[in-house]
């Protein structure tokens, strides 16, 4: 009999700029309990994009294995936006509680950001070197 089932790799891009310490913390329990947290990248700080007048963010990201399948998984991930106080509103650029945006997928970028944002891109390269080719 094959018990085996699938583990899919993702590189979830997390982001705060509201408590980002307590908040990314909560996030990351949160994410080890329902998946295999492979690799963190560092956390740098960076300024606001789009909307100034908001204090800068904490940025980074990590590589988990899942089983869930990718509309599961981006599911998931806003279910806990929303349970860690994620308030969505017209202004997207907007302060917020916590971000976690899934930016690759099975080694395939998912998430164009990852070309327009520096520190995205450094910090998906530090958890998954191999994807430089796609970069």
């Known amino acids: 009999m094959n018990q085996s089932i699938k583990t899919n790799q993702a590189v979830i891009g997390v982001g705060s700029n509201v408590d980002p310490e307590r908040h990314i ?26 909307y100034k007048e908001q204090p800068p963010f904490t940025n980074g990201a990590w590589l988990i294995e899942t089983r869930m399948m990718l509309s599961e998984l981006t599911e998931w991930l806003h279910i806990l936006e929303d349970r860690l106080g994620r308030v969505r509103t017209e202004n997207r650029f907007g302060p917020r509680t916590i971000d976690l945006d899934l930016v690759v997928w099975n080694g395939e970028i998912v998430d164009e950001d990852v070309f327009e944002r520096d520190f995205l891109n450094k910090a998906v390269l530090e958890v998954l070197p191999g994807i430089a080719e796609q970069m």
């Open 25 to 50: 913390q909560m996030a990351r329990i949160a994410v080890e309990k329902a998946h295999r947290l492979v690799r963190s990248s560092g956390f740098v700080q960076t300024e606001p994009v789009g």
